[in-house]
């Protein structure tokens, strides 16, 4: 068990364009979680999916971001139409219920 | 609704000297607390947890945090403080033992530098 993975570390990307991260869980945990972290503030929380139903969305999550969990393994975020403000470190979790939630290193995208 | 206030953007101790993180939570019963540890260009990690049984909880690498709910309060410490502690800290909070929750709502993170 290698942990949680997310791929890419780093994004770089200009305004207007979409992006895609993913996140690989630890193989044994159902729920997924996905959370935002801008520059000196605590990670937000901005969806869960247990398998691969989605339970719960921040209003944070606009109508520009999607998660998907299509096999109840991996799951992926993107962003369309990128905008400045979404430059933030992209964090995702993994647990097995509601026991502990394990961190990825996260994804930080810069939009320029 | 939840939320947890971390006193203290940025503390700085001695090398030895004792740590103290100061957080105060918002619940209207009382709530599963949570310390988290960041070190750079890593992902969070679990320093501890409290969920209603002794409210003095110990922790990993010698941290541990007191639970005081006539001050809504769950302060991190460490007795002596070592160069390998520098790193971000956030205090958080999620649900309670009357309502399970699977988010995790954190504070705004408190960074710790040691000094030699």
């Known amino acids: 068990d290698t942990g949680v993975s997310q791929d890419p570390r780093h994004k770089i990307t200009k305004r207007g364009q979409n992006v895609t991260f993913r996140c690989d869980p630890i193989s044994e945990h159902n729920r997924l979680y996905w959370y935002r972290q801008t520059l000196g503030q605590g990670p937000e929380f901005l969806t869960y999916?247990?398998?691969?139903?989605?339970?719960?969305k921040s209003r944070l999550l606009s109508d520009r971001f999607s998660a998907e969990r299509p096999k109840g393994s991996f799951s992926t975020l993107e962003i369309q139409r990128t905008e400045q403000g979404d430059s933030a470190m992209y964090l995702c979790a993994s647990s097995w219920n509601l026991g502990e939630q394990f961190f990825g290193p996260g994804t930080r995208l810069t939009v320029l | 609704a939840q939320s947890v206030t971390q006193l203290g953007s940025h503390v700085s101790v001695s090398e030895g000297a004792l740590v103290l993180l100061r957080c105060n939570y918002s619940s209207s019963v009382p709530p599963y607390l949570f310390w988290y540890v960041q070190y750079p260009n890593q992902g969070l990690q679990l320093l501890l947890k409290y969920t209603s049984a002794a409210t003095l909880v110990k922790g990993i690498n010698g941290f541990e945090a007191e639970f005081k709910k006539s001050e809504t309060s769950f302060h991190l410490t460490k007795p002596s403080a070592h160069m390998s502690d520098a790193a971000e800290y956030f205090c958080?909070?999620?649900?309670?033992?009357?309502?399970?929750?699977?988010?995790?709502?954190f504070g705004s993170g408190t960074r710790l530098s040691i000094r030699p």
């Open positions: 999916f247990q398998n691969e139903a989605q339970l719960e």
């Open positions: 958080a909070v999620s649900g309670s033992e009357y309502s399970s929750a699977s988010k995790i709502i």
